[in-house]
């Protein structure tokens, strides 16, 4: 992830790079991402982060 440059806003690039920590073949859903970033309730914002995911 450090060789990646990433363009976004705060909470992209926090969504981002946590979507690399997840393993090829587990899946997570929304919310559980919004909570693992510290954002709960953030859980509209993170699908639009993913959706916007430049990789």
Known sequence: ???????GTA???KVW????NI???KTKTYLEVAK???KPKAV?????AVG???Y
């Not at 509209?44 to 639009?48: C, I, K, T, W, Y």
């Open 44 to 48: 509209r914002a993170v699908a639009n």
């Open 17 to 20: 790079k946590y979507l690399t």
């Open 11 to 13: 909470l992209q690039i």
């Open 36 to 38: 693992a970033i510290g």
């Open 23 to 25: 393993p090829k073949g």
């Open 1 to 7: 992830m450090s060789n990646m440059k990433l363009k």
């Open 52 to 54: 916007k995911n430049p």
